[in-house]
């Protein structure tokens, strides 16, 4: 450890829960450099929803590079990046109701496809303003940490984050307390205070901010406000997207057509820098070059995206394999409330990005600290960190997810036996 302790910043956080060295993984397994192996609960923090190292996608990308195949193409013409558009247009975009939106290659990673759909919204709309909400997160670079509500990133920025106005995600103040309504009145009001905005920008799954769920009429409602106040709808879909929620698109569910939607992450299938925008084609206003970025020409990255596509979205199966496997996630994590506490733990999330929040972030922490003892690498979410949150890769077996569960479970045995017997004391 000494070479990563002695010349690594000490900026890195994922090492300090899980303090071994790597050299292999597969599948859901992760293999460190003495032999032992985790049950993987990360996924790359939802950037390997087809599992480390999927062989479907390694083998196309492979032949790719064996045939040598264009690595960097900036934003040129390619046969692998002109594949995927035509395989994500066809299969997912079309399907869905999408035809008419075109899709916008970003610097590769998240915060970047989101300053994209920030800089475009306030272009078209030839506003500064945005409605960011409660617990979201967009990214730390300044224009999407703007957006981002955690405290301790936005601590990291050093300069004045403006032109956001903060509103109350669904549930916020509670089930009876209808926010949308809090935000339309505010936006009819012209005293206020709250300047016109150009877009809003959302998650319906707040991932890192504590798995809280926007209902499907809270996201109707909010569509409707949007057209009503003449403002853009940005869903951030980068941690929630890929099929984290069950469909493709998180917001699928609610039958809803965002203006704007972010990729990243599991977009490339295989772990690789990739960011996509995808918005009306009557939106694209740029002019060439206005937002660009080096490495927006990941061809490695195309290939294996494409080959996702191809091998789990060309039909239901793989959604509905999801699907099942989130009940059976629910289910073994509601089992783990019933029995350690179902007065003081809580359920959260969707699908197959669901948790449980315990009382304090001390709790959540040990818990994590017992599952890496035992081998299974999970971490916290929430906005004090006191969210269990499983975010297995999709691919996952289920004897795989069961057995992690196990572990999990083992966790909470071990950490809360432990505060029992000290309060008993």
Known sequence: ?????????????????????????????????????YLDFLAGAGSLNYGHNNPVLKQALLEYIEA????????????????????????????????????????????????????LARKVKGRKNIIAFTNGFHGCTAGALSCTANQHHRGGAGVSLNDVSRMPFDGYFGEKTNTIAMVDKLLSDPSSGIDKPAAVILETIQGEGGLNVASAQWLKDLREL????????????????????????????????????????????????????????????WTPGEHNGTFRGNNHAFVTAASAIDAYWTDNLFSNDIKAKGKLL??????????????????KGR????????????????????SYEKGLIIETCGNRDQ???????????????????????????????????????
């Open 351 to 370: 699908c197959m990005m669901s948790g449980i929040e315990c009382p304090s972030e001390q709790i959540a922490a040990d818990i994590v600290k017992a």
């Open 330 to 347: 629910r289910k073994r994590l509601s089992r783990i409330i019933d029995r350690f506490g179902p007065e003081s733990l809580k359920l």
């Open 226 to 285: 949007c057209n009503r106040h003449d403002m853009l709808m940005i869903v951030d879909d980068i941690q929630a997207g890929c099929g984290r929620s069950g469909d493709f698109f998180s917001f699928e569910e609610a039958g809803i057509k965002p203006d704007i939607i972010t990729l990243s992450k599991s977009i490339s299938g295989y772990g690789l820098p990739m960011a996509l925008t995808v918005f009306h084609k009557d939106l694209d206003v």
């Open 387 to 425: 969210i269990v949150k499983c975010f297995t890769p999709l691919t996952i077996s289920n004897e795989e997810l069961e057995r992690g569960l196990s572990l999990l479970e083992q966790a909470f045995t071990d950490v809360i036996g432990r505060l029992e017997a000290a309060a008993a004391s």
């Open 68 to 119: 040598d195949g264009l690595t960097q193409g900036l934003d040129m013409y390619s046969s692998a990046k002109e594949y995927f558009i035509d395989r994500f247009h066809k299969t997912i975009l079309k399907p869905r109701g999408f035809n008419d939106y075109v899709i916008q290659f970003t610097g590769p990673t998240g915060s970047n496809t989101v300053e994209a759909a920030l800089k």
């Open 1 to 37: 450890m000494n070479t990563f302790e002695q010349h690594e910043s000490g900026v890195r956080s994922y090492c300090r829960s899980f303090p071994a060295v790597f050299k292999q993984a597969k599948g859901a397994t992760l293999t460190a450099e003495n032999g032992t192996e």
